[in-house]
């Protein structure tokens, strides 16, 4: 039963009526650690938008923030709600589909109280095409 639900389900996803509808409805924002990550590639990087308020999708999946001049996109994983393995078959989904996916943990912003800007550009500068950095 579980997976005829399932798979009902990501037939609807698969509808842009319905994902129009849900998008609407869920009116999402970025939570904090989103922003903070947006802040950095705004100020840092050319091409980059959020989209973790389900206004763009690869297939069946929607990324937080994406550059579809690059095909790239980034997810920022929340270690309470997404495990490694997760990450391994998000990142072959999106391989599969001509997309480039680099997951950031939400552990990987922040060092105790403090944000770790420098850490995140250099990992986001490595796998973005060097042509994108904003040296501006």
């Not at 989103?34 to 308020?53: N, P, Q, S, V």
């Not at 072959?92 to 001509?98: L, N």
């Not at 250099?122 to 796998?127: G, P, Q, W």
């Amino acid at each position: 039963h579980k997976r005829k639900v399932g798979e009902a389900s990501k037939r609807l996803w698969e509808n842009p009526d319905f994902r129009k509808k849900m998008q609407q409805s869920l009116h999402r924002r970025p939570n904090y650690p989103e922003k903070r990550l947006l802040d950095i590639l705004t100020k840092h990087f050319i091409g980059w938008r959020y989209a973790g308020d389900f206004s763009f999708f690869v297939g069946r999946k929607n990324p937080d923030f994406v550059n579809e001049t690059e095909n790239k996109a980034i997810d920022l994983f929340g270690e309470d709600w997404h495990t490694k393995e997760e990450e391994k078959e998000r990142i072959d989904y999106f391989k599969e589909r001509g997309w480039e996916l680099l997951v950031i943990w939400c552990k990987e912003l922040r060092q105790g109280i403090y944000f770790k800007e420098e850490y995140i550009k250099s990992v986001i500068s490595s796998f973005i095409n060097p042509k994108t950095l904003n040296t501006i």
